[in-house]
C-alpha cells in the first residue's frame, strides 16, 4: 500500500500521456506532427519552460470534447489513485481551449463529469482550480472569469500559469480580487523561473494562499522567513525542476534545505505525462536522490493534506492525516 498523500499541483493537461493523445488525435481527425508515440516522447528533451509550452501547447489540440476532458482527467485519477493520492487540486486553462474554438462549457463540465466519479471510482476527493496564462493579457483573463461565472460551483479556486518572466502577478490584481469577491480560493505560481519578488508580489498584491513551486524564495532570506512564519504553502515539483532546467540534478534539489528551514513544502507531479512521473513516483525519486528518511516523506504527505483546500471537510482530512500518522513503510510494495 503506498503512502497516503494529496497532490496539489498538478495540470490535467499536462497528465495527457502520448498513447491518449495519439488515440484522441485519431477519434477528432486531428493531425499531430508526429509519427507515433516514440517519436512523440524524444521530443521530451526540453531546453527550458518555453520549450516544454511549445509542445504542450501544440498536443492540446487533440482536446475537443466533453468526453475527451473526462477521458483524461479519469485516466489521471486511475493512475494517481495507484500511487496513492487520496484528495487531489486539479489545475486547468479554459484559455488554451477556447482559444482553439472549444467552449468553456465544454471543458469544464468534461472535467467535472470525472470528478463527480472520482470518490466512487477511485477513492480520490478533487477539487479544481481554474489558471490564467499569464503570458496572455489582464483583459482576457477577465474576460474568462466572467465566462465561467455559469460554473463557479466546480471551482474551488484560480491560479497563475504559463510563462513566468516578464509577466510580474501584479498584471493580473483585478482578475484576483474579483475572484476573490466570488469567494474563490487563490493561489499563483510564482519563483519558478522568476524571481523571488514575484512571490513577494502574488502574496501582497495577489493574496495568494498557496504558491506553486516558489523555488526561488532561498534567493531572500526575508521571504523566507515570512513564508515560515505566516505558513504559507509551497508545491514543489522536482522532477519538473530537472526536466525544465531550474535545477541541474535532483541530487541538488533544495528541497531537504526548504523543509530544514521549517517552510511548508510539498511535492507534487506538475506534468506528469511530460515530466518523467506521477506523484508516487515523485516520492520515489527524491527519497533516492536526497536521502529522504521515513520520517521527512511522512512529513511530505502530512504537509499536502495541511496545505489542502479541504476547510470544508475538515473530517476528511484529520482523517487523511491520521492515515499518515499510522503508515507503515514496511507495507509500501504490498499491493
Ligand atoms: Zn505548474
Known amino acids: ?15 495527457l500521456e502520448p498513447e491518449l493523445a495519439f488515440a484522441l488525435a485519431r477519434r477528432n481527425g486531428v493531425e499531430l506532427p508526429f509519427a507515433d508515440t516514440e517519436e512523440l516522447r524524444r521530443a ?41 493520492v487520496r484528495h487531489a487540486e486539479i489545475f486547468f486553462d479554459p484559455q488554451a481551449h477556447t482559444v482553439r474554438g472549444v467552449p ?16 466512487r471510482r477511485h477513492g480520490v476527493s478533487t477539487r479544481l482550480i481554474m489558471c490564467f496564462l499569464r ?49 474563490l480560493r487563490k493561489v499563483a505560481h510564482a519563483g519558478e523561473e522568476g524571481p523571488a519578488s514575484y512571490i513577494t508580489e502574488a502574496l501582497d498584491v495577489l493574496g495568494v494562499e498557496r504558491v506553486d513551486h516558489g523555488l526561488r524564495c532561498l534567493e531572500d532570506t526575508d521571504l523566507v522567513e515570512r513564508l515560515v512564519r505566516e505558513r504559507i504553502p509551497l508545491t514543489l515539483c522536482p522532477l519538473s525542476n530537472v526536466r525544465l532546467r531550474a535545477v ?16 511548508l513544502c510539498t511535492v507534487n507531479s506538475d506534468d ?26 511522512r512529513e511530505l504527505a502530512r504537509n499536502s493534506f495541511t496545505a489542502s483546500f479541504l476547510e470544508d471537510d475538515e473530517e476528511r482530512r484529520a482523517r487523511l492525516i491520521a492515515e499518515v500518522d499510522a503508515y507503515d513503510f514496511a507495507t509500501e510494495l504490498q499491493e
Not at 500500500?1 to 497528465?15: D, Q, S
Not at 468553456?104 to 470518490?119: C, F, H, Q, W, Y
Not at 506528469?272 to 520515489?284: E, I, K, L, R
Open 1 to 15: 500500500m503506498p503512502l497516503p498523500k494529496a497532490e496539489l499541483h498538478v495540470h490535467i493537461e499536462g497528465t
Open 44 to 84: 521530451y528533451d526540453f531546453e527550458d519552460l518555453q520549450s516544454f509550452l511549445d509542445l504542450y501547447y501544440a498536443l492540446m489540440a487533440v482536446l475537443r470534447t466533453e468526453d475527451d476532458f473526462a477521458e483524461l482527467t479519469d485516466a489521471y485519477l486511475a493512475r494517481a489513485a495507484a500511487q496513492g
Open 104 to 119: 468553456i462549457a465544454t471543458v469544464i463540465e468534461g472535467l467535472a463529469r470525472a470528478l463527480d466519479d472520482s470518490e
Open 135 to 183: 503570458d496572455q493579457s489582464a483583459a482576457f483573463a477577465l474576460e474568462t472569469l466572467q465566462a465561467a461565472r455559469p460554473h463557479l460551483h466546480r471551482i474551488t479556486g484560480i491560479g497563475l500559469d504559463s510563462a513566468e518572466v516578464g509577466h510580474p502577478p501584479a498584471k493580473f490584481r483585478e482578475v484576483y480580487e474579483a475572484a476573490g469577491a466570488l469567494g
Open 248 to 263: 541541474d540534478v535532483l541530487e541538488d534539489h533544495p528541497l531537504p534545505r526548504m523543509m530544514d528551514a521549517g517552510l
Open 272 to 297: 506528469p505525462a511530460y515530466f518523467g512521473g506521477y506523484v508516487g513516483d515523485t516520492f520515489h525519486a527524491v527519497r533516492e536522490a536526497l536521502g529522504l528518511d521515513e520520517e521527512r516523506l
